[in-house]
Nanobody
């Protein structure tokens, strides 16, 4: 079992920045792919970004490319999401997730096994 705890969410004005953190416990996640997803009001959960265990493979949703940066510190069992140039459309609950092996496309929520409880990000206009 892996427990994931997100933090760093909050209220920010459009154009601002936030840095989300996701700390894992229960297992060492250094070889696990990590993902960030988000779910806005009345919307389905959607892919935001993913990073491989080594950090060599990174992908982003088109909607955040160039504004968000995913990174990880395996020594701290932590993954980060730096979010810049935020806009109201980024308002959502942000979740981190992980999986011990490849069980599906990295952009699919169903391909991840363990999830955090989420952290709210609200961007005001």
């Amino acid at each position: 079992q892996v427990q994931l705890v997100e933090s760093g969410g909050g209220l920010v004005q459009a154009g601002g920045s936030l840095r989300l953190s996701c700390v894992a416990s229960g297992r060492t996640i250094s070889t696990y792919r990590m993902g960030w997803f988000r779910q806005g009001p009345g919307k389905e959960r959607e892919f935001v970004a993913t990073i491989s265990g080594s950090g060599q493979s990174i992908s982003y949703a088109d909607s955040v490319k160039g504004r968000f940066t995913i990174s990880r510190d395996n020594a701290k069992n932590t993954v980060y999401l730096q979010m810049n140039s935020l806009n109201p459309e980024d308002t959502a609950v942000y979740y981190c997730a992980t999986r011990p092996s490849n069980i599906g496309p990295y952009y699919s929520p169903g391909a991840y096994v363990w999830w955090g409880q989420g952290t709210q990000v609200t961007v005001s206009s």
